[in-house]
């Protein structure tokens, strides 16, 4: 069962007080590795033997881990959190298929109130390095609350890059809301570039993303890590771009440097694998001439 159903099983265990703790350690993060115990009861307003209690049961099952030092919230306790601030707000009733499973996220179809299917993103930055520490050392990184403030500013970061883009009509998905490492999405029905292995206007749908890029460019925004993987194709052959936490601003230093990677991927790709022979560097330089 994968971490997310395990955070969602349990915030049908959880009380309100569970929560609260939950959200102070949301609060912490930055401020403390562990909360000691008798800071985490200050900070929730709870009499010491009773923030105790919860605490002890919050790590049974998962979500917090404790030792001598105190409390550090895990990250199936940050997808319990998220998980319940939607379903409060009436934004998720249940979570259906599992979309993708990456490196740095995963997406799930999530029902709102209405049985409206929405994407639902949990970012896992820094992920496979405590796969990897817990094997080798069989306990959690001591900066997993650095990762979880991490994982939370990338949510606020692409959320604020698609709303932008969504403003100004570019096809990026269309952010419904986002809760601390979460963004809330609206469903495209597409299909990521590296699986269509045919594709008979292979050359127009390289024009639209070309397009789709230099309108990206114009309004400001380099994706930053472009490439046939974070390319969806709907069935009308329309194009979106997704994945844009690492996204940078046409006056960065680096803007041009991104900009030319991110068409040397496309055009690399759709020459590869659909014998277009298309210049990329002429790609480029149309580009950074709009």
């Keep these: 069962m994968s971490q997310v159903r395990r955070a969602a099983e349990a915030t049908e265990l959880l009380q309100s007080e569970d929560y609260l703790l939950l959200r102070e350690f949301v609060r912490s993060l930055k401020n403390f590795d562990r909360v000691p115990l008798e800071v985490m009861a200050g900070l929730g307003g709870l009499p010491t033997d009773r923030a105790e209690f919860h605490l002890e049961k919050l790590e049974k099952m998962g979500l917090v881990d404790g030792d001598r030092q105190g409390y550090k ?34 997406v799930f ?18 992920r496979i390095s405590f796969r990897d520490i817990k094997r080798k050392r069989g306990y959690a990184a001591p900066e997993e609350h650095a990762w979880l403030a991490a994982n939370i500013q990338a949510a606020a970061r ?18 419904r809301h986002f809760i601390y490492h979460t963004v809330m999405m609206e469903m495209e029905l597409g299909v990521p570039l590296y699986k269509v292995k045919e594709l008979d206007d292979a050359k127009e749908v390289l024009d639209a993303v070309l397009k789709a890029v230099r309108a990206c460019y114009a309004a400001g925004v380099v994706h930053g890590d472009l490439s046939e993987f974070n390319l969806l194709l709907t069935p009308e052959h329309r194009i979106v771009l997704i994945d844009w936490p690492q996204a940078i601003r046409r006056s960065h230093p680096n803007s041009e440097g991104q900009l030319r990677r991110d068409v040397s991927n ?13 210049d990329s560097e002429a790609a480029t330089s149309e580009i950074l001439s709009s």
């Design 266 to 278: 496309v055009v690399r790709f759709f020459n590869r694998r659909y014998g277009l022979r298309y």
């Design 109 to 126: 179809e999530a029902l709102d109130k209405d049985e409206r299917p929405y994407a639902l993103k949990f970012f896992r930055l820094g």
């Design 73 to 106: 919230l895990l990250g199936e306790g940050l997808d319990a959190l998220a998980l319940h601030s939607y379903s409060e707000e009436g934004l998720l009733t249940r979570l259906g298929p599992t979309i993708a499973m990456g490196k740095e996220s995963d």
């Design 158 to 175: 692409e959320a604020k890059v698609l709303r932008g883009l969504e403003d100004l009509g570019l096809p990026v998905p269309k952010v």
